[in-house]
């Protein structure tokens, strides 16, 4: 062979090898991440997500993708969103915030894996099977929000019981609204007290509902548990905060943003199990063979300057029963 050939034959070689060795590097795997509401207030959340998701050996930007869809709390773009991620041929389909992404999820594939944060009860909102068999290819984590509006209803009964009628706001378009207007009025009932449901969805009928409650001359305020009211918690404090209204929510983000007490799931520990369960399957576990998750870490939270703020004397019994009393 002349020398001339055998350059060119050596160099056409080597230039063939990176080509080779990117065409035999394993493609990263995409995580489909979609949620009704807005990016800003979960970003926390998302952090605790992606902490679980480390935890088993997943990095994004390293070993693995995200791609994020935010619904900005307008439900019909749901199911779009939904769609976009299938077609991106996501390795692991994640719902939040709320039932309807997971619905919109649903729909849109019965072959993705799908991993859901769900505030109702998956079974009797018709999600999974059962709750140890999810069954098909879908599982997740409970966090128990809905369940608990009776209870906050109760405590804050309990910090303010002069007030002679608590003032209940409801989002219409949750897909757990009917049974919340059911079991907080039950509710109501084993404490003798007098409530009177409010809706929202939007912030002007969030205004429109204050101003209501301030004709009705409602004593207490009872925030039900809805993924647009907690995109939406520093708008809502601001409001009870100037209508002078003691007021309970669901997380503690909202005490932590100047409201006055709060009581549920620990949110930022939910979507960090829900990380954990993704980081599962994308190494090849089954959803249907994964359970779905109760949550079991409740937080009860009193804000002591919002208390101030509206002249109330928080009972001792209250303070002593808090997990966090902020100062």
């Known amino acids: 062979m002349r020398r001339r050939e055998f350059i060119i034959l050596f ?3 080597a230039g063939a090898w990176p080509l080779a060795a990117r065409a035999q590097q394993p493609v990263m795997p995409v995580i489909g991440f979609l949620s009704s509401v807005s990016p800003g207030p979960w970003a926390h959340l998302v952090a605790a997500f992606r902490q679980g998701l480390s935890e088993t050996g997943y990095v994004e930007g390293r070993n693995v993708a995200i791609e994020f869809r935010w619904a900005e709390g307008q439900y019909d773009r749901l199911p779009a969103l939904a769609a976009d991620l299938v077609a991106r041929q996501v390795a692991v389909l994640v719902a939040t915030g709320g039932t309807m992404p997971i619905r ?16 109702g009860d998956p079974v009797q909102l018709g999600i999974v099977a059962s709750l140890n068999r999810p069954g098909g290819n879908i599982t997740g984590v409970n966090v128990f929000t809905s369940e608990m509006d009776a209870k906050r209803l109760g405590l804050i009964h309990e910090m303010v019981p002069t007030a002679a009628l608590i003032a209940v706001l409801i ?31 939007t912030e002007r009928e969030l205004d429109a509902a204050f101003k209501i409650m301030i004709e009705l001359g409602a004593g207490a ?3 039900a548990a809805d993924p647009f009211f907690n995109s939406r918690r520093e708008y809502i404090v601001a409001l009870a905060a100037r209508h002078g209204i003691p007021a309970m929510y669901e997380q503690r983000e909202f005490a932590l943003a100047g409201g006055l007490m709060s009581y549920g799931t620990n949110l930022s520990h939910s979507y960090r199990q829900a990380g954990l369960y993704t980081g599962r399957v994308l ?9 779905v998750v109760q949550s079991s870490k409740f937080e009860f939270v009193i804000n002591l300057n919002a ?16 997990d966090e009393v902020i100062e």
């Open 11 to 13: 160099g056409g070689a």
């Open 104 to 119: 919109a999820a649903k729909a849109a594939t019965t072959k993705i894996p799908i991993v859901f944060t769900i505030g």
């Open 171 to 201: 989002n219409p378009k949750n897909p757990n609204a009917e049974t919340q207007s059911k079991d907080i009025p039950e509710a109501a009932r084993s404490v003798v007290q007098r409530i009177r449901i409010l809706t929202a969805t």
């Open 221 to 223: 305020l009872l925030v």
């Open 283 to 291: 190494k090849g576990e089954k959803p249907a063979d994964l359970p």
């Open 307 to 322: 208390a101030k703020a509206l002249g109330i004397d928080v009972p001792p019994s209250l303070s002593a029963r808090a």
